[in-house]
């Protein structure tokens, strides 16, 4: 199948990186699907490693491409951080709610614990 992404040109000639789709077929459900869980896996293994609690179910049986964490403290302050931080996130409630899919990369989704920073 090859690399998951490929390298564009717009219209107005900027160059940007976009994952390579297979829409309509089983095989691009699955590669999508696959490429947004390993998103989430590096979301969830790095907010714990930074000392956040994740409250998302982490039951294999209930994988989702969603993630939600619970931040201490004033959790509105934390969500406005990251969005003038321009990560787009979501606030659940008392929590943070990530939503990664097919065309984001690892870095975007690790912007969310590097605008939070360490919670120990």
Request: charge should be positive; aromatic fraction near 10%.
């Amino acid at each position: 199948m090859g690399s998951l992404w490929k390298i564009s040109q717009n219209g107005s000639g900027r160059t940007f990186k976009s994952p390579r789709r297979f829409w309509g077929t089983q095989e691009g459900f699955t590669s999508n699907f696959q490429h947004t869980l390993h998103l989430t896996d590096g979301l969830i293994a790095d907010l714990q490693r930074r000392g956040y609690e994740v409250v998302s179910n982490l039951d294999p049986a209930h994988l989702s491409a969603i993630v939600s964490f619970a931040v201490p403290g004033d959790v509105r302050a934390a969500h406005a951080r990251l969005r003038e931080a321009k990560v787009a996130v979501s606030l659940r409630e008392s929590y943070i709610r990530v939503s990664p899919h097919g065309y984001n990369t690892e870095d975007e989704v690790l912007r969310v614990g590097e605008v939070l920073g360490n919670n120990f």
